[in-house]
């Protein structure tokens, strides 16, 4: 954001910043007002005001991109990584802003990573967080911790993982990688016997990402750092309204209100709430303050939520240090899982 505004400051032109989402709009908008002292422009699918700066959504933008196309000099794209997608390029191929941005803590590759070099430019700049702990964030330390699963637990999630990989051993097939299991996710489409052993895996993965041992731990840190402000992520929503109603703090999903949304964030910033339990919608971009510990209780193999969620808790302090805990049910898939996301880091 701050580079944003500097190069804004040294273009003085008209610009559209362009981000992922509506609580997005809402943070850019009150940045960009705080550093320039005029108003700015919202398009969203709640409101339509447009001024020489304005913020919108990469959905609105599409949606829009013949009316908004030749009305801006500068486009910034914040989280840019989100041009990989093919309605996003073509929505910026729509604009014909000379001057680009593209901002991203997280940036593609392959062909995503061209895409962005043809519509926004070469890459001009990059810096790891660890160059940067200590200085302009906070010195931070992450951890891994093993948990196993109950007796029953075990049992069951090995009932299952039987089912799936009985099926895979009969029908000679091979899982790699990621696009080795989308083949089999299309077969599953006309294949009755590859719905059931997915399925299956499915029903095993929910048992090592959401197992009781987890619950009983982030009851136990919680305790443990009753002073500090603590995130708490999830990959499903069901487990973060069951830590919530268990653990009686606020919870933020995707069906929470924008006023309350902002609200428990606001709260949260006060000091009247120590701990915000969340799903997904918190990892991209968003300002959570003074958060010094996160907790990743379940979550995806991508090497960017993993960054995005321990970026929620380098915000610089003097003295803090922040810790990211990642939690993972031992001898079960998730480990896996935990190795795919931390690939990159």
Known sequence: TVLAV????????????????????????RALEEAFQVSVGAI????????????????????????????????????????????????????????RLGLTATPPEGDALEAIRTLVGPKVYELEPSHLAGTHLADYQVKTVRLSLKPQEREEYQRLMKIYRGFLTRRNIR?????????????????????????????????ALNSESKVEYVKRVLEAHRGEKVLVFTRENPLVYRLSRELLV??????????????????????????????RVLDEGVDVPDA???????????????????????RKKAGKTATLLEVVSEGTGEEYISRRRRRRR
């Open 175 to 207: 899982i790699r990688g990621p696009r080795d299991f989308l083949a089999l996710v299309r077969r599953s489409g006309r294949d009755s016997e590859a719905r059931r052993a997915l399925q299956a895996r499915r029903e095993a993965m929910d048992i």
């Open 250 to 279: 606020p919870a933020i999903t995707h069906l929470t209100s924008r006023d309350e949304r902002n609200e428990i964030l606001d709260r949260f910033h006060q000091g009247t709430y120590r701990c915000i339990v969340t799903s």
């Open 292 to 314: 010094s510990l996160a907790i990743i209780l379940s979550g995806s193999g991508s090497p960017r939520q993993f960054i995005q969620r321990l970026g929620r808790v380098l």
């Open 6 to 29: 500097k190069a804004l400051e040294e273009e003085g032109c008209s610009a559209l910043v362009v981000v992922p989402t509506l609580v997005l709009v809402e943070q850019w908008r």
């Open 44 to 99: 969203t699918g709640e409101e339509r005001t447009l001024g020489a700066i304005t913020v919108t959504t990469y959905n609105s933008a599409r949606l829009r991109c013949g009316e908004l196309g030749g009305r801006f000099q500068m486009l910034v794209l914040d989280e840019v990584h989100h041009l990989s997608a093919q309605g996003n390029q073509m929505m910026a191929r729509c604009f014909a802003a000379p001057l």
